[in-house]
């Protein structure tokens, strides 16, 4: 048995070694291409991008304070989504599945879920309720 994993262990190793060697090559182009894909250029063009995005909200707001506000709601509710929804699954395995030979555990289940479905809903209205706040009362 112990032969059979020390030798499953050695495959699997080898294999990875494999997979992971680099060939080198003289080429000019290919140095362009590696550094063109690299994860550094993939931040910085991500970085770019956020700062045209952050400076876009601040003069459509025509302020530094109400832009940076909404850049920030706009992005907790992007994120709340995924976020809410798996504690959501969670509670409901909770409450559903373990629940069933708990009771306790079944009302932590419930508990949490209605604090998930809260922070949700806050989440998705409140850059909604601050656009017509701002944009509606607060200026022309």
């Given at each position: 048995m112990k032969k059979k994993v020390v030798f499953i262990v050695i495959i699997f190793a080898l294999i990875t070694m494999m997979l992971s060697s680099v060939f080198a090559t003289q080429d000019v182009n290919a140095k362009e291409?590696?550094?063109a894909n690299s994860t550094t250029s993939k931040l910085i063009e991500i970085s770019e991008t956020e700062k045209q995005e952050?400076?876009?909200y601040v003069e459509d707001y025509g302020s530094q304070a109400y832009g940076l506000t909404a850049f920030i709601l706009n992005k907790i509710r992007?994120?709340?989504i995924p976020?809410?929804?798996l504690g959501i699954v969670i509670s409901a395995i909770y409450q559903y599945v373990i629940g069933i030979r708990k009771l306790d555990v079944r009302y932590k289940g419930f508990y949490t879920m209605i604090a998930f479905v809260t922070l949700f809903v806050i989440a998705q209205v409140l850059p909604l309720v601050f656009v017509i706040v701002i944009k509606g009362f607060g200026r022309s």
């Open positions: 291409v590696l550094e952050l400076s876009d992007l994120f709340s976020f809410c929804f």
